[in-house]
């Protein structure tokens, strides 16, 4: 019995060591060459906070949707950090130069920013995070950003698998100075780097942890404002504490952040009124409800939520089809009577109020700026139809949309479904809800025929919506291709355009009327979130860009 003892204990250290992790109870002592761990048993107040999607993996360079992204912020901080006015801020890095041509930033880092591990945050905890994201055997859906957008030296070539990920244009001077080499200026760089996709990682702890990386709470390492205290793939429900080493400490004034996956809005009011929940987001009725609350918020955000047509699909290779069914959409009654929570009727792919020029103009001064190929009209969607039925030689059509699973997405799904079969008689819309990982798995493969769902901006920047539709781009769910789009785009990141803001700014609105004219998604919306907030809760940041909602400031 005693070497049984013995071996148990064994086999648990090699488990949990694997990771560099350390089992629960007394808070663990630094190594030798170890900086400050966190306090396990943080006291204070807690931010109860709903989502309304579970949450499969936390991983910096592999996570693709916002709701990660929220989590990632809170737990790791990148070379820059957005701050409450959207400007861009040191976070890891305290000084940043630019060589006169905009080719080289040499960033030097702050020494006193410690994973939660103990391990010190160094220049080459960037160099393999970036080169991790680039490497095509991560298959990390954002790589597109070192490479299309960033232009980071050698990044397309190893994207391609030309080149090794080591070449990339990315290095450690020493470890508290980084230095990056980009293909061409780009003006926006800076704004990138508050993006998760450039936040560094622990190249000992993930190539201990393997494919387990970031599923659970001993598999993922903080250098932020919080720590996982549990967490597990698709909880529904998990915590956070705050991190005690965190260099910016004393800015943090939370004890920690619990939260709950609740898909059904009418639960989450009804634990938020019972006190159980700091935070939800309300919609539809609900609205009515507690539009007058002094408690209630209503936060612009920057997701276009919209409909992407398969066009692998024979029946959506019909241009005149897919026009039939952006003209059959009344975007108001969604907005209007679904959702009902300030969201906005959007008629183009690029939404308003993130994007401007050096003049403070919006790329979207106006959401139906382009009527000849979208807006609601009965009257062309059926003629668009008949054109559609002729050309294709049927009379009725049936396509199944597959959509998330939460209340406020499958109300919306039904309200398109009635709209659709109302204007174009003969088509049948079926729906089929599944859990959002289950569906961006999916639509990823081009395994669907209609999805509804929704982009929110990376970066202040008209590219984060147009670079989507590019061929081969990873979230090109519909599989569009058009080598003229193609052009248009790659001149204006890294072509003549590309240092020429006011003929760049053109080019950009020329690619966005293409994407309406051939009709390859249908815009519905602009998102607005109707929050409610507990009186007590002060100074979260709400952020139509990057991370949408930061607790680094927040109180209770």
């Given amino acids: ?48 906070v709903m989502l309304d ?4 993996r936390i991983d910096q360079q592999k996570s693709t949707e916002g709701t990660s992204f929220e989590i990632i912020g809170d737990l790791v901080d990148g ?43 160094t220049a080459h905890d960037f160099v393999y995070g970036w080169e991790r994201a680039c490497d095509p055997a991560n298959e990390a859906e954002y790589s597109y950003l070192m490479s299309d957008i960033a232009h980071i030296k050698n990044a397309i070539a190893i994207r391609a698998g030309q080149m090794n990920p080591n070449q990339l244009g990315v290095q450690a001077l020493d470890d508290y100075t980084l230095r990056v080499e980009l293909e061409i200026p780009v003006s926006f760089f800076e704004q990138l780097l508050y993006f998760c996709t450039f936040y560094p990682s622990n190249q000992k702890f993930i190539e201990a942890c393997g494919d387990n990386y970031g599923t659970s709470a001993d598999t993922f390492l903080s250098n932020g404002a919080f720590i996982l205290k549990d967490f597990k793939a698709g909880a529904s429900s998990f915590s956070l ?10 800015r943090i004034k939370l004890a920690g952040l619990h939260y709950e996956v609740i898909k059904s809005r009418s639960e989450a009011l009804s634990k938020y009124e019972g006190g159980q929940l700091d935070l ?89 700026e382009f009527p000849q190929y979208c807006s609601y009209d009965p009257e062309a969607a059926r003629r668009y139809y008949e054109e559609a039925k002729q050309e ?3 009379n009725t059509f049936t396509f199944t949309m597959v959509t998330d699973d939460t209340e406020t997405v499958m109300a919306v799904a039904r309200e398109l479904k009635r709209q659709i079969e109302t204007v174009l008689p003969g088509m049948t819309i079926e729906l089929n809800h599944i859990r959002k990982s289950q569906r961006l798995a999916e639509i990823g493969a081009g395994n669907y025929e209609i999805t509804l ?29 058009d080598v003229n789009y193609d052009a248009i785009v790659s001149n204006c990141n890294d072509g003549d355009l590309a240092t020429k803001p006011a003929e760049r700014w053109t080019a950009m609105k020329q690619a966005e009327e293409m994407i309406l004219k051939n009709a390859v998604i249908f815009p519905l919306y602009q998102q607005c979130s109707a929050d409610m907030i507990k009186p007590g809760v002060r100074g979260i940041e709400f952020h139509p860009i990057g991370i949408n909602r930061i607790y680094k400031g927040t109180s209770k």
């Fill in 241 to 250: 504490i705050k991190n005690t080493a965190y260099y910016d400490a004393s």
């Fill in 1 to 48: 019995m005693k070497s049984l003892v013995i071996m148990v204990i064994t086999a648990a250290a090699v488990l949990f060591g694997s990771c560099g992790l350390h089992l629960p109870g007394k808070n663990p002592v630094a190594a030798k060459g170890q900086g400050p761990l966190p306090d396990k048993d943080v006291k204070g107040a807690v931010l109860n």
């Fill in 53 to 56: 999607t579970a949450i499969e």
């Fill in 79 to 121: 070379l820059m950090q957005m701050a409450a006015d959207g400007s861009v801020v040191n976070a890891i890095a305290k000084k940043m130069d630019i060589s006169p041509d905009g080719l080289i930033y040499t960033f030097t880092l702050r020494d006193d920013a410690y994973w939660s591990n103990g391990d010190p945050v």
């Fill in 453 to 481: 769902t929704r982009w929110g901006p990376d970066y202040a920047d008209p590219m984060t919506y147009l670079s989507m539709w590019v061929t081969g781009n990873d979230y090109n769910y519909g599989r569009y291709s």
């Fill in 392 to 394: 294709l030689g049927k």
């Fill in 280 to 368: 939800i987001e309300v919609a539809g009725e609900q609205v009515a409800k507690v539009r007058n609350s002094s408690e209630f918020k209503a936060i612009a955000s920057g997701f276009l939520w919209y409909i992407s047509p398969n066009m692998l699909v024979d029946d959506f290779k019909n241009l005149n089809l897919r026009r039939a069914l952006m003209f059959a959409l009344d975007r108001e009654a969604v907005t209007n009577d679904v959702l009902a929570d300030g969201s906005q009727p959007t008629y183009t792919p690029v939404p308003s109020g993130f994007a401007f020029n050096a003049s403070g103009q919006d790329f979207t001064v106006d959401l139906m």
